[in-house]
């Protein structure tokens, strides 16, 4: 069916701490100045991006991972939902502290396919910019008393980071992105989001954002170790430089950086790809097609070799 790429388009989500950085560093045509997230590449029923080229223009990724399933050699047993979804986020302001279950709490207590591990690759970062990333407690008992007490700066863990720093967040990790940091996320196809801290803010209304203090400390892992990360095994292919940032049971993610020219051939059943950085052209057979810093696209499993030509930084991923 398609001997090219499939390129997305991106989905705006409003927050009430976003900017407009994912205007001002990818160009993109965002509705507000209070845009927090582009869900780049994403079949979840919230935000399903449209196809902008080949035989499916205009229907959407969750209609093509569902009637073209040859596309993702996904199997006709198959009833699982599309398993990932890449997002660049733009936090003006802190994000809420919180927390996502895993996929077993996912099912049993909101009826929904996935919980939600994720990752982040620092786009860029503030002088100073901090996340919060994991908690102090040693007991379930002390979790809940610093819960309930808002004993913050006792609980949380603090940890500052910069551009082309990377975060593995599994499910149950309480965390929370700072002001001043643009990440792409990595995560699976989950929008549940248990909800700690909000920092008393409150909407256009006056009102707060509910809190789900019940639900995140059932979720939230006890002795957490999350770390950033900023040491990784290269591998060089010609042209390219590929570094491994994480592989675990539901997606690999590397960083990919061109210099040239370079022939890949797929390994997995396909391949999502982000560009975060500079411009060239991917080229299918005879045909080339552009590529420029926010384009994100997916390599389907009926194109088996291809062609990256460029000065280019790429963020990609499977399962």
Not at 1 to 10: A, H, N, T, V
Not at 175 to 180: E, F, N, P, Q, T
Request: with cysteine; glycine share 8%.
């Amino acid at each position: 069916m398609y001997s090219e790429p499939i390129f997305l388009q991106p989905v705006f989500q409003e927050r009430i701490w976003g900017g407009q950085k994912l205007q001002a560093d990818f160009n993109y045509a965002i509705p507000s100045d209070h845009t927090g997230e582009a869900w780049g590449i994403s079949a979840h029923p919230n935000g399903p991006n449209l196809i902008e080229n080949g035989p499916l223009k205009g229907k959407t990724l969750r209609q093509a991972w569902n009637e073209y399933g040859e596309l993702f050699n996904r199997k006709a047993d198959n009833n699982e939902d599309y398993p990932l979804l890449v997002k660049i986020l733009d936090a003006k302001t802190d994000l809420s502290v919180q927390v996502h279950p895993d996929d077993s709490y996912a099912r049993e207590v909101e009826n929904q396919p996935y919980g939600k591990t994720e990752c982040w690759y620092v786009l860029s970062a503030e002088p100073d910019a901090e996340l919060v990333l994991g908690h102090h407690a040693k007991t379930r008992e002390e979790l809940d008393q610093l819960l309930a007490a808002g004993e913050w700066d006792k609980l949380l863990k603090r940890v500052k980071v910069k551009a082309g720093d990377f975060v593995h967040v599994p499910s149950g990790t309480i965390h929370a992105i700072g002001s001043g940091i643009v990440i792409l996320e990595t995560q699976q196809s989950s929008d549940i989001t248990y909800r700690v801290y909000d920092y008393d803010r409150t909407d256009a209304e006056g009102n707060k954002r509910e809190l789900h203090l019940d639900k995140a400390a059932d979720v939230t892992t006890i002795l957490d170790q999350p770390a950033v990360a900023n040491q990784f095994d290269l591998v060089t292919e010609g042209d390219l430089t590929i570094k491994r940032l994480v592989e675990d049971p539901y997606f690999t993610v590397e960083h990919w950086e061109l210099g040239g020219t370079v022939k890949r051939e797929l390994t997995s059943d396909f391949l999502q790809v982000s560009v975060v950085e500079g411009n060239g052209k991917i080229v299918v057979g005879d045909a080339a097609f552009d590529l420029e810093k926010g384009t994100n696209f997916i390599v389907p499993n009926t194109v088996k070799g291809y062609k990256l030509t460029g000065e280019a930084s790429f963020i990609v991923s499977w399962v």
